[in-house]
């Protein structure tokens, strides 16, 4: 098992930025991702990364905008979030899986956080 914490949600003005820390425990795991969902509409692949963070993959509606990072000495993936948009506004979910496959679908990974709330105003 994975357990998958996420932290950094909040409420931001347009053109700010956060970071989403994503705090890992148990069983080794190979790839990262983060997602978002905002209300009835389908999870959203975001970004992702490789184990030792040499290949990163980013969504084009994030590409530019948004970092993904992690740092396996601490356990834990980062989403940082530049000029943010107002429809950028959802819950952010941190995926992980112990395949070394960069999946842009949730059905890839195996182990989910409990997601964090970010908003952005206009």
């Known amino acids: 098992q994975v357990l998958l914490v996420e932290s950094g949600g909040g409420l931001v003005q347009t053109g700010g930025s956060l970071r989403l820390s994503c705090a890992a425990s148990g069983r080794t795991f190979r790839t990262a991702a983060w997602f978002r969902q905002i209300p009835g509409k389908e999870r959203e692949f975001v970004a992702a990364?490789?184990?030792?963070?040499?290949?990163?993959y980013y969504a084009d509606s994030v590409k530019g905008r948004f970092t993904i990072s992690r740092d396996n000495a601490k356990n834990t993936v980062y989403l940082q979030m530049n000029s943010l948009k107002p429809e950028d506004t959802a819950v952010y979910y941190c995926?992980?899986?112990?395949?070394?496959?960069?999946?842009?679908?949730?059905?890839?990974?195996?182990?989910w956080g409990q997601g964090t709330q970010v908003t952005v105003s206009s």
């Open positions: 995926a992980a899986d112990v395949a070394p496959i960069m999946a842009v679908t949730t059905q890839q990974y195996d182990y």
């Open positions: 990364i490789s184990k030792n963070g040499g290949y990163t």
